[in-house]
């Protein structure tokens, strides 16, 4: 009997082990059409075999597990490529709007205004005295810095809407880090492998991976059940087990690196915004103090994570001193400055400046480190950073894209207000002036004018020389006396006349220069940190060449203000009177004659003139600032058609990795459909057997009677 018992429990078990693979395979059936649904299958095994005579006797097979197929490997790739795709197909869907911006097709572009503006230029010059051809001057140059200003304001919303999409995919992918978290607790709690295989949650939390895989770069260790590990590709971690790490969208901040045996204690402190990240290094150990002070420290600035370092015109690295807040350092984009401790700064310390909304990783044990995608100039990406999904895609729009084309907006805008407002500045309108007003301020109006401490902004970009004043009587319209013209003395006390230097001389010492030359006819006055001339009663004047770049560098008699996209204008009194507008020259003979067109002449010849343009990534440029808009506009499209390519490139490889994950993990109706007969027929057999023993045990039990 024992023998039919045993049978009995062979058919039993098949019968058991039939029905799991049929219910098994229904599931298949039923979730062929459910996303991130991985194919399971029942692993069959054999019995326990019992020792007997003729030879070992089987006892049936179990249902030992059920498990679903899935390739890690594939995945690891797909999600990796999966990343990569959606940081430019974010990248190319918003580039798409800015091309439309720079569209040159439309003959109102910005191109064709600025061609406008240098050929109104051009007919001043053969009419200098016509007032009509000042006011369509005017008219067309509104419409050239309308187009600027419109350009500018869409590209800076597009950076907003970067910002805010930014803020949303954190929030996003932090939602995502949680519930990975929380499966993990889950799959430790009913994953036990070999018995019972937690699926579904597995299956889920796959999905969650790949999701997180689409806004940032992932890397993922499987050590099984909830022993999974989430990093990012440069090693910080967001999931580990059940714990969770978030990431944070955060302000402008500052953070530091001190040198082994450093015991600086201040901190780095800046005023401004700007798309760059600055490394700040510290090449000569010393203190923080003013202009005054001896023993600075000294420091060279970075804008791309140390890769490439900041040049003066010889090519050496450019030195800044460390300075106090109140005489904070101009670089580049922003205002840099120490707050003093205790101890000096050494050689080896570094601080890392980043004046945007940045993000960090939240560590659990040291302060917030800061892992913003970063851009190389040569366009490769820093690798300790995140470097793809969405999130690094909506940065590289927000900071390397459209940043960059701000910048080289602004420096088009910059270089043609400089250029015309340094011509400008040295010519003569229809009448001798009363008054003027600086239209660009320092920060500081004791420090030299070429010191990065004193915020004038065409510091830079002025020489040592001198400018050339003249002085008329008003009743007469002649020079008020022999004294009443000439250059500036920048020092009365030595003989002869003593020259402006930007190194050595302040806006003090300019208003002092006018004051002590031609105090009899002038008032020089500093009024908001800007120079103000002021004529006495029965004088006007003229001012004429200049070497030293001074009147455009301060904005005097200029026919911009503003120095960038953003802030270039017509100057307010150009405005309103358009004979302001200087289309002549004071002559050898101190005249300013009507007709005289030198400075409208020379004005409309910047048309096909080579002028240095510069960008903080780009070497400086030689070329027309017509040449320089169109490089722009390659520019653009080169980036929108080589973003489009990524996207299409990245795509079509995450797609065959997809496919080949699905190949291994997808549902195949008719395969199913196939073990759905074999296990059919398998649990009419293990019934079959069932219903064959009871009818040898009954045979048995007849024996009895």
Do not use: C
């Amino acid at each position: 009997m024992s023998g039919l018992t045993s049978l009995l429990n062979l058919g039993n078990g098949a019968l058991f082990a039939s029905q799991s693979a049929i219910q098994v395979t229904g599931n298949n059936i039923a979730n062929v059409n459910t996303e991130g649904y991985s194919r399971q299958a029942v692993r069959f095994e054999e019995n326990v075999s019992i020792d007997s005579r003729p030879g070992q006797l089987g006892t049936g097979a179990i249902a030992a597990e059920v498990f679903h197929y899935f390739n890690k490997f594939v995945e690891e790739q797909y999600n990796d490529r999966s990343s990569i795709y959606q940081r430019w197909d974010t990248q190319q869907e918003v580039l798409q709007s800015v091309e439309s911006l720079f569209n040159e097709a439309n003959s109102d572009g910005l191109n064709a205004m600025m061609n406008q503006f240098f050929n109104d230029w051009q007919e001043l010059a053969k009419r200098p005295d016509d007032d009509a051809v000042r006011e369509a001057l005017l008219a067309h140059s509104d419409n050239l810095l309308m187009l600027l200003h419109d350009t500018d304001q869409n590209l800076t919303r597009m950076q907003n809407q970067m910002d805010d999409f930014i803020r949303q995919e954190v929030t996003d992918a932090n939602d995502l880090i949680t519930r990975i978290a929380d499966l993990n607790r889950q799959i430790q709690i009913h994953d036990v492998p070999g018995v019972n295989n937690a699926n579904t949650l597995i299956d889920q939390r796959n999905g969650l991976v790949r999701d997180l895989a689409e806004k940032m770069d992932v890397d993922v260790i499987d050590n099984g059940g909830g022993d999974f590990t989430v990093n990012t590709k440069a090693g910080y971690t967001l999931v580990d087990g059940p714990e969770a790490f978030e990431i944070k969208f955060t302000g402008p901040d500052s953070y530091k690196q001190l040198a082994t045996g450093s015991s600086f204690d201040g901190e780095i402190g800046f005023d401004g915004q700007d798309e760059y990240e600055y490394t700040v290094e510290v090449v000569q150990g010393g203190t923080v103090t003013s202009n005054a002070g001896t023993g600075a420290a000294l420091f060279r600035v970075s804008l791309d994570g140390g890769r490439t370092w900041l040049k003066d015109d010889d090519g050496t690295d450019k030195l800044f001193a460390a300075r106090p807040e109140s005489e904070m350092v101009s670089v580049q984009g922003i205002d840099i400055y120490f707050k003093p401790g205790t101890q000096n700064l050494s050689q080896g310390d570094t601080f890392t400046v980043v004046p945007k909304n940045h993000l960090t990783w939240v560590s659990p044990t040291t302060e917030d480190i800061n892992i913003t995608p970063q851009s190389f100039f040569d366009g490769t990406d820093n690798q300790r950073r995140m470097t793809g999904g969405s999130i690094a895609g909506y940065f590289a729009l927000r900071d390397f894209s459209v940043g960059r084309y701000k910048e080289r907006l602004d420096s088009l805008s910059e270089s043609l207000a400089w250029e015309v407002n340094r011509l400008h500045s040295q010519g003569g309108g229809e009448t001798p002036l009363t008054n003027l007003y600086g239209t660009y301020s320092v920060s500081k109006s004791d420090v030299p004018l070429a010191s990065n401490s004193s915020g004038l902004h065409y510091g830079d970009r002025l020489a040592e020389g001198n400018m050339t004043f003249y002085a008329y009587d008003t009743a007469t319209g002649e020079l008020a006396s022999s004294a009443s013209f000439g250059p500036l003395d920048f020092d009365p006390a030595t003989p002869g006349i003593q020259n402006f230097d930007p190194t050595q001389h302040s806006l003090q010492d300019v208003q002092d220069a006018f004051n002590s030359t031609f105090g009899t006819f002038v008032t020089a006055t500093i009024q908001d940190n800007k120079l103000v001339l002021n004529s006495k009663s029965g004088y006007a004047f003229q001012l004429g060449t200049d070497s030293t770049g001074l009147n455009a560098a301060l904005g005097l008699n200029t026919f911009f203000k503003g120095e960038s996209a953003a802030t270039i204008a017509i100057r307010d009194d150009v405005r309103q009177n358009s004979n302001l507008i200087n289309a002549g020259s004071v002559n050898g003979s101190a005249e300013s004659n009507d007709g005289d067109n030198k400075t409208a002449l020379s004005i409309a010849e910047l048309k096909n003139k080579d002028v240095r343009i510069s960008t903080a990534f780009d070497t400086s440029s030689n070329q027309t600032l017509q040449e320089y808009y169109n490089s722009l506009v390659g520019v653009v499209g080169a980036d929108t058609a080589n973003a489009k390519f990524n996207a299409m490139f990245n795509e079509t490889l995450a797609t065959d990795l997809n496919e080949r994950q699905n190949e291994v993990a997808g549902v195949n109706l008719d395969e199913e459909m196939s073990n759905l007969v074999k296990f059919q027929h398998s649990y009419k057999a293990a019934a079959k057997l069932i219903t064959t023993a009871d009818q040898m045990m009954q045979t048995v039990l007849g024996l009895k009677n």
